[in-house]
């Protein structure tokens, strides 16, 4: 299963600069999606979502783009904090019911 | 803010035996997963729940798991004959409202262990 894939395992941030973690699917059907931060022991926390009826969605230092012809999104945060350092995982559903989650993406930021 | 609590954080059981994870969704939450890690890999949709019925399951969700709510707060899943493929974290989320298009809340985990 393969439908939902985070091609960069781990990414490097200055403190101050902009993080992009990306995120490609392979199911046009997917029409909601969500990305999620963890921490080493915790659960998933919800970060931010779209509807495939918005390209944008932005909640305070967060944003997420979507480009359904391109079949990708990402996240952008701005400006990136060390407390940001954690995996970040996207996931899609095509009922808003079942997610597929990536294989996640570790961000540390370097203060 | 409301969490999702699950219990134990940890369970080690031999190959064979029967498991209960137990989860505490939030409490005005309507809809209930599971999902599961195994170590390495992606976090994978086991099953959802809505009034006291299974509303959509995975194919990992097979006849050796089932789900319950035996009482107003509490949520669990059982492994009726655990193999030692079923060694992974094991996560619990709910949604509140509709349920469908809204973000889920997940618990920190419980970890399984079979021996």
């Known amino acids: 299963d393969q439908q939902v894939k985070q091609n960069s395992p781990s990414l490097s941030v200055q403190e101050g600069r902009i993080s992009i973690l990306n995120c490609d699917y392979t199911?046009?059907?997917?029409?909601?999606f969500l990305w999620y931060k963890k921490y080493p022991a915790e659960g998933p926390t919800f970060l931010i979502s779209?509807?495939?009826?918005?390209d944008k969605n932005e909640d305070g230092r967060f944003t997420v783009f979507l480009n359904k012809s391109a079949k990708h999104l990402s996240l952008h945060i701005v400006p990136s904090q060390p407390g940001d350092s954690a995996v970040y995982f996207c996931?899609?559903?095509?009922?808003?019911?079942?997610?597929?989650f990536g294989t996640g993406t570790s961000l540390t930021v370097i203060p | 803010e409301p969490e999702v609590t699950q219990t134990p954080s940890h369970q080690v059981t031999q190959m064979g035996q029967e498991v209960i994870l137990r989860c505490v969704p939030i409490?005005?939450?309507?809809?209930f997963y599971w999902y599961r890690q195994i170590l390495g890999q992606k976090v994978e949709f086991l099953v959802s729940?809505?009034?006291?019925?299974?509303?959509?399951k995975s194919e990992i969700f097979d006849d050796q798991f089932s789900v319950e709510r035996p009482d107003g707060s509490n949520f669990t899943l059982k492994i009726r004959s655990t193999k030692l493929e079923d060694s992974a974290m094991y996560f619990c989320?709910?949604?509140?409202?509709?349920?469908?298009?809204?973000?889920?809340?997940f618990g920190d985990g419980t970890r399984l262990s079979i021996l």
């Open positions: 989320a709910s949604s509140d409202r509709d349920g469908y298009y809204q973000p889920q809340h």
């Open positions: 199911n046009s059907m997917f029409d909601y």
């Open positions: 779209i509807s495939s009826i918005k």
């Open positions: 996931a899609a559903s095509i009922t808003g019911n079942q997610f597929y």
């Open positions: 409490s005005n939450h309507l809809y």
């Open positions: 729940f809505y009034n006291n019925e299974i509303s959509e």
